[in-house]
């Protein structure tokens, strides 16, 4: 089972890969201040590629939140 997110750094275009893992899951995306930029609800089924687009965001460090069922998971991104 992983969550990995590449490329890391980026412009603002990635990707995470969830595998191992089945149910529901919420992934939520926010700013170093906290800020909400993205919330997506997603079912996995073994395996799931999400892709990102965060070029209208400022550069920095972001957060991917992957929560559900036994999941609670926190990985960093950084935009340049």
Excluded: W
Excluded at 3 to 9: F, Q, R, S
Excluded at 15 to 26: K, L, P, Q, S
Excluded at 28 to 54: M, P, R, Y
């Amino acid at each position: 089972t992983f969550i990995e997110v590449y490329p890391n750094p980026n412009e603002g275009l990635f990707t995470m890969e969830i595998a191992g893992f089945t149910g529901d899951f919420r992934i939520v995306v926010f700013n170093s201040l906290g800020q909400i930029v993205t919330d997506n609800e997603v079912a996995v089924s073994a395996f799931h590629e999400e892709k990102f687009n965060l070029t209208d965001q400022e550069s920095g460090l972001y957060f991917i939140r992957i929560v559900g069922g036994d999941v609670n998971e926190t990985r960093r991104v950084v935009v340049k």
